[in-house]
């Protein structure tokens, strides 16, 4: 049955901390609506707004996921990211696709790979092509019958244009509630000649 499915994402806060010195970063914070819509067997669209009062940023994205069977799954992207904090109002188009590949191991557990081309058009900067890859783990399980998923990821950036290499860890857990889905995750970034950085992720 098509429906459309309602996701208010209001508040996003994410606080880094140094591996080196434990000092805080400054909290930094996102109003997020959007919705996704089921459209049958091809797949599902998603689309969200955002506004980051603490950065005065706003991004709007586009995301269509095509199904094409329970292994494989297609998504172009198109976001559009604005940051009003600088004086220039640094601009960027980005267009994404992705590729992602599911194996289930059993009606809990299945192992996912997701690759996926990001290009960015920037006004303020030289444009950058990103290739990324997602590994990971992906559990679930139900509690009092409401779905709740548990997963571990490790996703390597790769700058197409310079080689620089980034690799972030990634653990979480969200509930799928009938109007809402709260996702609790941590993940930590490792760059070289950086130091690491970890942040909170709190979707509600």
Request: glycine content about 4%; cysteine-free; charged content about 15%.
């Amino acid at each position: 049955m098509n429906r459309l499915k309602i996701i208010i994402l209001f508040f996003t806060l994410s606080i880094s901390a140094s591996l080196k010195s434990q000092a805080i970063d400054a909290p930094h914070s996102f109003v997020v609506v959007g919705f996704t819509a089921n459209m049958g067997n091809l797949g599902k669209l998603t689309t969200f707004g955002g506004y980051s009062p603490t950065d005065n940023s706003y991004i709007a994205r586009v995301l269509p996921t095509f199904t094409i069977n329970k292994y494989i799954s297609l998504t172009p992207g198109y976001a559009f990211f604005q940051d009003y904090e600088s004086k220039s109002e640094n601009a960027e188009h980005q267009i994404m696709a992705y590729a992602t590949f599911t194996l289930p191991i059993s009606n809990k557990l299945s192992i996912t790979d997701r690759n996926m081309y990001y290009y960015q058009i920037k006004n303020y900067a030289s444009n950058t092509a990103t290739y990324r890859n997602r590994l990971g783990l992906n559990y679930k399980i139900k509690v009092k019958d409401i779905p709740v998923s548990l997963y571990a990821h490790d996703e390597i950036y790769i700058n197409l244009e310079n080689g620089k290499f980034r690799n972030r860890v990634y653990v979480g857990s969200s509930v799928s509630l009938s109007w809402l889905t709260p996702q609790l995750m941590y993940y930590m970034q490792s760059e070289k000649g950086k130091t690491n950085k970890h942040y909170w992720m709190l979707s509600l």
